[in-house]
């Protein structure tokens, strides 16, 4: 391979002619600063196969030049693949800097060597450093190339160092691609990356760029609310057990705090205050084999028990993640702009779900003691829209059993967890979670740990919802024998879900995943399916957050009606265009923030 480092316009437009008939080529970009508002880039690096080059930006008098001279490049029709790993960072990054691709419909193909890593084996790590050692066998130590961006930027931008470094990383990726395309085919999963997961790639990029608009001050208000919250409740905890405490009031006029004879947030304490103190016995045990005080061991006895103090606990709990996780660094994370900008993973969740720092894992309801939802907020002139799918579980359950049972009460629109709960001889809330537990791989033994009752209790109500949904449990147990026979499961639209071990826990995910891997690409489907009419840019529509599988977009306020329509009918469209039986129900409301859109999706 030919490798060329490029730092004048005469020697980019030279380069250019040798490269000028390739369809697909590798792209890699380096950044001086990654701040999407005031982006710098460091430099490019393209390769086709047989010439690759890294083309220095930084400090670059002709910089101005090349980047319109590399923009009309890749502009021309006769380019039709381009190949990134990590193709959200880059698009986004062709974007900002370069105004790429001008129009929707003059966009290249892209496939993303780090999407595709995790298509091929979602178990291992998805690195380009990686990959390259361990899959393509390029050891960078052997060839004396730098591990990580730290390592290499460490002497400057314009040194050999960061050349190589820059310039190896087009070249991987190319690399990369040509061993991971023949296996995208054999195992079937080249229509899961063109249908689903490569018009995908736009959504994430529109993410990382377009963020979403915070409410700093209702922020900090939040935060002094719950803070008391938090103060109220601790005394309140130490009152019902009887533990002694002074309060020291703060010289700055800040919140007081708490001296105690206990501390709430230590394990050891506080699991001998529960014994001791409240005569509430903890039976549950860490990997340490100290008594285990997590969360999910003092909601089932709060269920036993009904102890204020426990009640108390779990709220104090939710309160102080809720300061700590969200309410205290958020304000830091907003940007001039006055949005809040978070990086979206694709790769990592097993079942191929989106995750992202922070904001992805904000609290399913706002049930808890502030409305952190409605510090997300549409600017002046815009409004929020959000909208998931309504019962996307039990439909895709439907789909997956063949259930006609189940089929038949969803077409008819009646209350399938009533119709449950009727059947079952319990309440609808238990037999809710017993059509959701089971769609997610639970036993018996853990309904039976969650309601505080026998396994052979919990064990009656899963064997008459199996009566009466027969075909439940045969997909169940058909699902079994695949993982035991082949260690892997497909899903509908081709996903696999492997495991290294078969055991229990495998099982269940296993069937989890049949229904959440289909969510999740559901979602996938719906927002790639909108982003193709995100070129009418009158309306001004943004996909700004999905949270939970739940997608919020921001729009001109006069085109709310329109935007909504169709949002919704995309999202009902997804449905049919991965084969599910069903019709998808759609939630869909707006507002001035969050919560409000949240709220309208309910009524």
């Given amino acids: 391979m030919e490798r060329t480092v490029l730092k004048t316009y005469d020697e980019l437009k030279s380069w250019l002619c040798k490269v000028s008939t390739s369809k697909e080529l590798a792209l890699d970009t380096e950044l001086v600063d990654p701040n999407w508002l005031t982006l710098q880039i460091a430099g490019l690096s393209l390769c086709n ?20 001279y590399i923009s009309q490049w890749l502009s021309r029709d006769t380019l039709e693949l381009l190949i990134m790993h990590n193709a959200p960072f880059d698009l986004a990054v ?49 060839r004396g190339i730098a591990e990580t961006f730290p390592e290499a930027v460490k002497y400057g931008f314009s040194n050999e160092t960061f050349y190589k470094y820059a310039i190896e ?12 395309l023949p296996r995208l085919h054999r195992e079937r999963l080249i229509g899961l990356w063109c249908n689903i997961e490569e018009p995908f790639q736009w959504c994430l990029r529109d993410l990382l760029l377009n963020g979403i608009a915070a409410d700093k001050d209702e922020m900090l208000r939040l935060q002094d609310q719950i803070r008391k919250h938090i ?39 506080l699991a001998k205050l529960i014994q001791e103190k409240l005569k509430i016995e903890l039976t549950e045990k860490t990997d340490n084999g100290a008594l285990s005080t997590k969360n999910s061991v003092l909601e089932k006895l709060y269920k036993k028990t009904n102890s204020e103090f426990l ?127 089971l769609a997610y791989g639970k036993s018996a033994y853990g309904f039976a740990k969650d309601w505080g009752v026998s396994e052979e209790e919990a064990q009656q109500f899963v064997d008459k ?22 260690s892997a499961i497909r899903n509908l639209t081709g996903r696999i879900r492997r495991f290294d071990w078969v055991n229990k826990k495998a099982l269940r995910e296993a069937f989890n995943f049949l229904i959440q891997g289909v969510g999740a690409d559901l979602m996938k489907k719906a927002a790639s399916n909108i982003a193709a009419h995100l070129s009418c840019e009158a309306w001004n529509l943004k996909l700004v957050l999905t949270v939970h599988d739940e997608l919020v977009y921001e729009v001109d306020e006069k085109y709310v009606e329109p935007a909504m329509e169709l949002i919704r009918s995309e999202m009902e469209r997804a449905g049919e265009q991965i084969g599910l ?23």
């Fill in 311 to 437: 009640k108390l606990l779990l709220e104090y709990r939710s309160a102080t993640k809720l300061l700590n996780s969200f309410l205290e660094p958020l304000p830091e994370m907003i940007q001039q702009d006055g949005r809040i900008r978070v990086s979206f993973h694709n790769t990592v969740a097993v079942t191929g779900r989106v995750s992202a720092s922070r904001l992805h894992q904000l609290p399913k309801d706002d049930t808890g003691p502030v409305p952190l939802r409605q510090c997300f907020i549409a600017p002046p002139g815009k409004k929020l829209i959000a909208a998931d799918f309504k019962g996307q579980e039990l439909r895709i359950l439907a789909h997956v059993t063949k259930d006609e049972t189940m089929l038949q009460a969803l077409r008819s629109g009646v209350d399938l967890h009533q119709v449950v709960a009727d059947e079952v001889g319990t309440t609808r809330d238990k037999a809710k979670t017993i059509s959701f537990g």
């Fill in 231 to 269: 103060f109220d409740l601790e005394i309140r905890l130490y009152q019902i057990a009887g533990v002694g405490y002074d309060i020291q009031p703060d010289l700055y006029g800040g919140h007081p705090t708490i001296n105690a004879d206990v501390n709430l947030k230590s394990p050891a304490q």
């Fill in 49 to 68: 196969g047989k010439y690759a080059c890294y083309v220095d930006l930084h400090q670059n008098k002709d910089k101005a030049k090349i980047i319109e």
């Fill in 465 to 486: 919802y199996f009566a009466k949904f027969p075909k439940v449990r045969q997909a169940i147990e058909k699902c079994n024998r695949l993982v035991e026979m082949q």
């Fill in 581 to 603: 039986r069903l019709p998808m129900l759609v939630d869909i409301g707006c507002g001035d923030n969050y919560q409000e859109a949240k709220n309208k999706t309910k009524g």
């Fill in 94 to 142: 062709l974007k900002t800097v370069f105004g790429l691709p001008k129009q929707l419909k003059n966009r290249w193909r892209i496939f993303d060597t780090m999407t595709v890593a995790h298509l091929l084996d979602e178990r291992k790590p998805k690195s380009l450093k990686w990959l390259a050692n361990n899959v393509l066998y390029l050891n960078r130590n052997e």
């Fill in 169 to 180: 990383d087009a070249i991987e990726t190319w690399f990369l691609y040509e061993w991971q």
